[in-house]
């Protein structure tokens, strides 16, 4: 097993091959090719001989899972690990995460509340409450098929969708529509027939930050716990 408790905590007074070291020395075989080789995999190549006190948030975030790797963990355990990390370094850290999930049968288990970073981390989430656990769920499951309608006047639009049995719901600048794609054509020929301006008709899939919402009631002090 290895772990990221959000900040990771290291010798700020040692470089940070030093703490390698030090950590490595808690396991049993941890040899200096797989030290060296979890610091190419994390990319701390031109920093890694240099003071921890020298490092960013960013550059620690790295070092703490350089650390946690050290013994070939099946099983990882990331709080918060994106903290500090610029764009393309969540980016690099996330395609890393699946890769050795992918390729190396590591089990990862992360605890978030970044959802837009977790929708495309993760393949699943848990989701706690108030102690107790929500749900778990795939993350692009899908509970039912919904279009995005972009329509003028857009009143007049909702009325003649209720009309036809349609279920209709407000959102952003048009109407969510419950239909099967096979449908769509027809719903959107009604429409025009009716001299409805349509400006956009789009597939719609909920984010996960509105999926938290509605499992949780959202304004609620909750905890999200993803894996």
Do not use: W
Not at 43 to 48: C, L, W
Not at 64 to 77: V, Y
């Amino acid at each position: 097993m290895g772990a990221i408790v959000e900040n990771p905590e290291m010798y700020k007074f040692m470089s940070g091959y030093k703490n390698l070291v030090h950590f490595a020395r808690m396991h049993k075989n941890v040899t200096k090719e797989r030290i060296d080789e979890v610091i190419r995999q994390v990319g701390m190549e031109k920093r890694i001989h240099e003071k921890v006190s020298t490092y960013s948030l960013g550059m620690r975030q790295r070092l703490g899972l350089a650390q946690a790797l050290l013994n070939k963990p099946k099983f990882l355990i990331l709080d918060e690990p994106t903290n500090g990390l610029d764009p393309a370094g969540i980016r690099e850290f996330r395609t890393y995460l699946r890769k050795i999930a992918e390729e190396d049968g590591v089990s990862v288990l992360v605890s978030s509340h970044l959802l837009s970073e977790i929708e495309l981390m993760c393949d699943r989430i848990a989701v706690i409450q108030n102690g107790k656990l929500v749900t778990i769920r795939e993350v692009d499951a899908i509970e039912e098929s919904q279009y995005y309608i972009e329509a003028q006047p857009v009143d007049k639009a909702r009325h003649i969708l209720i009309e036809n049995g349609i279920s209709v719901e407000d959102y952003q600048n048009g109407l969510l529509i419950s239909v099967e794609q096979a449908d769509v054509p027809t719903v959107v020929e009604q429409l025009v027939q009716q001299n409805i301006l349509i400006y956009a008709v789009s597939h719609h899939r909920k984010t996960l930050e509105e999926q938290f919402l509605e499992m949780t009631g959202g304004g609620q002090i909750v905890e999200s716990n993803t894996k």
